[in-house]
C-alpha cells in the first residue's frame, strides 16, 4: 500500500522552511527521500535506517519514527533550487527482495 | 559513480507497435532493477522487479504479457510494451541498486532519465 503524503503541494517563498511528512501503514526497513524536477528522474537525497534516527544534507533533514512508521522531511531557508516534487521511498519485504514504494508525493514550489 | 543509462529517452509509435525500452547499470553490476510508471502528477508505480537470470516480478494488475521484462545480464535490463495502444502512454523509468540482496534495503536506487511513450 501507497504510503500517504502531506501536504500534496506547497508554495514557499525563498527562505521560508517546509515539512513534509510520510506516513505508512506498512513497518518499514527504512525511508528513502527523493526529489523529483518535472520531466527528469528522481534524484536520491537521503536514507533514514533507524527508528527516531535524523540525518541532515546542507538545509534539507529528515526524521524516521520506526514506532510510528512516519518519517519526515525538513526545508529550512529554502531556494529555489528546492522546487520540485518529493517522495518518500519505503522499502518492505516482497518476492524474495526488498523493493521500493513510493509516497504519494508532495509537490513544492518555491519563489523569489 | 552507480549511474543507469535508459533508451531511449522518447519515443512516438503508432498503435500496435511494440517498443522496447533499455535500462542499462554502467558502472556497477545490478542483480536487480526495477520498472516504474509515472503518469503525470502522479507518483512512480512500481510495475515489476527484474532479477537477473531469472523471471520478473510483477506487481498486481500489471499484465505480464503486455510488459515483457528481460534482464539477461549484470548491467542490462530490457522492458518491451508489446502491441502499444494510446493509454500505454506514460513516462517509464527503471531504476537499479548496488549491492546483494542482505544490503538492499539499505542502498538507495539509481534511475535512469525515463522513456517518455506517446501512443498515436
Known amino acids: 500500500q501507497q504510503p500517504v503524503q502531506s501536504p500534496q503541494a506547497v508554495i514557499l517563498r525563498e527562505g521560508e522552511d517546509a515539512v513534509i511528512n510520510c506516513s505508512s501503514s506498512k513497518a518499514l526497513y527504512s525511508v528513502h527521500w527523493y526529489r523529483q524536477k518535472h520531466g527528469e528522474a528522481p534524484v536520491f537525497l537521503m536514507i533514514l535506517l533507524k527508528g527516531g534516527e535524523q540525518k541532515g544534507h546542507e538545509k534539507i533533514s529528515a526524521s524516521f519514527n520506526e514506532k510510528k512508521q512516519q518519517s519526515s522531511l525538513y526545508l529550512t531557508a529554502s531556494q529555489l533550487s528546492y522546487s520540485g516534487t518529493y517522495f518518500c521511498g519505503t522499502v518492505g519485504l516482497g518476492a524474495g527482495t526488498y523493493k521500493y514504494i513510493f509516497g504519494t508525493g508532495t509537490r513544492l514550489k518555491v519563489l523569489a | 559513480g552507480a549511474v543507469v543509462s535508459q533508451h531511449p529517452s522518447w519515443v512516438i509509435c503508432k498503435s500496435g507497435t511494440s517498443v522496447k525500452i533499455e535500462c542499462r547499470s554502467l558502472d556497477f553490476q545490478a542483480t536487480t532493477m526495477f520498472w516504474y510508471r509515472q503518469f503525470p502528477k502522479q507518483s512512480l508505480m512500481l510495475m515489476a522487479t527484474?532479477?537477473?537470470?531469472?523471471?520478473?516480478?510483477?506487481e498486481q494488475g500489471v499484465e505480464k504479457d503486455k510488459f515483457l521484462i528481460n534482464h539477461a545480464s549484470l548491467t542490462l535490463s530490457t522492458l518491451t510494451v508489446t502491441s502499444a495502444h494510446p493509454e500505454d502512454s506514460s513516462f517509464y523509468i527503471c531504476?537499479?541498486?548496488?549491492?546483494?540482496?542482505?544490503?538492499?534495503?539499505?542502498?538507495?536506487?539509481?534511475f535512469g532519465d525515463g522513456t517518455r511513450l506517446s501512443i498515436l
Open positions: 531504476s537499479a541498486r548496488v549491492g546483494r540482496p542482505i544490503s538492499e534495503s539499505n542502498q538507495p536506487q539509481h
Open positions: 527484474s532479477n537477473e537470470g531469472s523471471k520478473a516480478t510483477y
